[in-house]
């Protein structure tokens, strides 16, 4: 089964309100030129490589933490990483005890994959703030990579009681429950997020998921038709609704969604030995030996090796 990803909240702006107080940025602050605010807006109104630009100018006149945390936001926001951790480090060395910044290294760690790094900088921002909400919601996915849900779930937890209205862990939670096996929790978490969000389509994919792991058909396959419906060039609920059709013995349907799903990521392997199968069970070998091919030409060689054994697939 496929879902989306977690949320993971940058923090971009906070330090405006002074994370140190030599460098907080006010209206009549002379230290920061007009370059500086200017970038912030920018930032804040969503307008990334802009904002770039003009944090460029502002460290032309000085180097504080605020825009080399800000530089570090906008480069995560556009996918440069590793540029950003470096900002996040010399935003560090200005001030070493923030914890919004060590908050923000941490997410950039965590999306490099450097799990116990990302886990050490969580820990060190909540020792200077243990209600860093951010900071609980990155210690807690790292959990969940490492498949510690009771972890996990303690983290969300503790997050969850220093901002009950943050939604976003909510739908955290959720997951972190399906992890845990808690299928019926994980429902509800699910339908609380769609009841205060009924536009976000990968929380209907999730809810579909659950659902279908507690053989609940009708409702998941609701749940992946409304996330079509809401985004229809998104693969996954595609690959969902196929395999959910594919238990039903409803092979036709099955290969029609993983088609779906091909279309719109198309190195996707599992949904070509998902619908290989179903050739297969609807009797159309040539079809499923060619898929199995493909899906083995991305390294998902089993199936096929498990049909050539009984002398299929073998041209």
Known sequence: MIRHS?????LCITLLSGCAKNHTI???STQHSEAAKRAFTLQKEGNTQESLVWYAEALKTQETPELRNGVGAALLTSGSTQAALDEFNRALAITPSSPEILTNKGTALYLLKEYADASEAFTKALSYNPKQV???NGKALVALEQEDFDTALRFF???RKAAPRNLHLLYNTAIAFEGAGLLEDAEQYFSKYISKVPSDEKAFNGRGIVRLKLKKYAAAEADFTHAIALAPTESAAY???GLLH???LHYKQAVKDYTRSIAYTANNGTAYVNRG???FLLEEKEKGCRDLQKACEKGLCGKL???QNVNSCLD
Request: no cysteine; glycine share 0%.
């Open 246 to 248: 594919q238990k039903q």
């Open 26 to 28: 006010t209206p009549e």
């Open 157 to 159: 937890v503790q997050a």
């Open 277 to 279: 199968d179903a050739y």
């Open 305 to 307: 090796e498990a049909y």
């Open 239 to 241: 690959f969902n609704r």
């Open 134 to 136: 951010q900071a609980l």
């Open 6 to 10: 977690f949320f993971i909240v940058i």
